[in-house]
Nanobody, 119 residues
């Protein structure tokens, strides 16, 4: 499975940006992780093929993720902050549920796309 990501760039704080990712096959779960310099990779958001969406605490209420045609995921990032600066990675795999909620088990990674939020 290949994941082709697009979007990213340099934007000012408070503005918006959209990331998109297309998979070569329809996947159960698709979403985005990010990694800032010196920090671990963290979940941003993911969506199931049924359209349910799940978000990391730091982006809840500001970012919106959605699936289209089963193999495309877009994420609208509003109210961007300097701390959102990171390399964003498209991810895909199976989703599962446990006592803590729904999770994405990543099997495939796309190339990273850099998002820089700076004035």
């Amino acid at each position: 499975v290949q994941l082709q990501a697009s979007g990213g760039g340099l934007v000012q704080p408070g503005t918006a940006l959209r990331l998109s990712c297309v998979a070569s096959f329809s996947m159960d779960g698709m979403g985005w992780y990010r990694q800032a310099p010196g920090r671990q990779r963290e979940l941003v958001a993911f969506t199931t093929d049924g359209g349910s969406a799940f978000y990391g605490d730091s982006v809840q209420g500001r970012f919106t993720i959605a699936r289209d045609k089963g193999n495309t995921v877009s994420m609208w990032m509003n109210g961007l902050k300097p701390e959102d600066t990171a390399v964003y990675y498209c991810a895909a795999g199976a989703t599962y549920r446990d006592d803590r909620g729904v999770h994405l088990s990543v099997d495939y990674w796309g190339q990273g796309t850099l998002v820089t939020v700076s004035s």
